[in-house]
Structures are given as C-alpha cells and as structure tokens.
Nanobody, 124 residues
Framework: QVQLVESGGGLVQTGGSLRLSCAAS????????MGWFRQAPGKEREFVAM????????LYGQSVEGRFTISRDNSKNTVDLQMNSLKPEDTALYYC?????????????????WGQGTQVTVSS
C-alpha cells in the first residue's frame, strides 16, 4: 500500500493560481498511474486529472482542461497539480490517488490508494 500526503491547498481569489503536491511513500510509485480527484460538499467525487506511469499520457476532466496541469517526478515520488485561472466552482477538497495500473481512467474505482486531501477555496 502506498501512503499519499497532499499539500499546497489554501485560499485564493478568483483568477489566481495554486500548486498542489502529493508525496508518495511505501510502494513502487513509478509503476502506476497517478491521479487527482476533488469533492465539494454535497457533491460526488469528481475526476480532475490523471498522468500515466511514464508521464507521457495525461487526461483531464472537462471542467479543468486548459487551466490545470498534472506532472510527476518519479525520482522524487511526487505528483503535482498546477491550477491556474481558478474559479469559485473549483472550491473542493482535492485528493491525490494511485491508479491500479500504468494508465488509469476517470472513475474512482480505477484507483486504490488515496490521500487525506487538501482544501482549496476560491473566493469570488
């Protein structure tokens, strides 16, 4: 089992930027896809982004495409999410997660290990 710890969340104004980071330990990080999901109060967990094991393939949720960028550093066991042009609707708890395979899709069931989440709040 891989332990995942997110950081970088906070309060930002509309149009601002934040960079989330996820540090992995306790497993073979570079063997699996990694992803980010988010969940706002009263809503279902939403897919944000996925990056394949090698980093060559990236997938984004429709609501964040063009504004968010996922990246990974297999030498440091980290995966980051750069979030630009933030909107109030981006407000949520953001989770880092490990895919079950080298490439993963958009459903929570495609992932197994999850972090505790980091809060992102975008003020209008």
């Amino acid at each position: 089992q891989v332990q995942l710890v997110e950081s970088g969340g906070g309060l930002v104004q509309t149009g601002g930027s934040l960079r989330l980071s996820c540090a992995a330990s306790g497993g073979t990080f570079s063997s699996f896809a990694m992803g980010w999901f988010r969940q706002a109060p009263g809503k279902e967990r939403e897919f944000v982004a996925m990056i394949s094991r090698s980093g060559e393939m990236k997938l984004y949720g429709q609501s964040v495409e063009g504004r968010f960028t996922i990246s990974r550093d297999n030498s440091k066991n980290t995966v980051d999410l750069q979030m630009n042009s933030l909107k109030p609707e981006d407000t949520a708890l953001y989770y880092c997660t490990k895919g079950r395979r080298t490439i993963a899709a958009t459903q929570p069931s495609d992932y197994d290990d999850w972090g505790q989440g980091t809060q992102v709040t975008v003020s209008s």
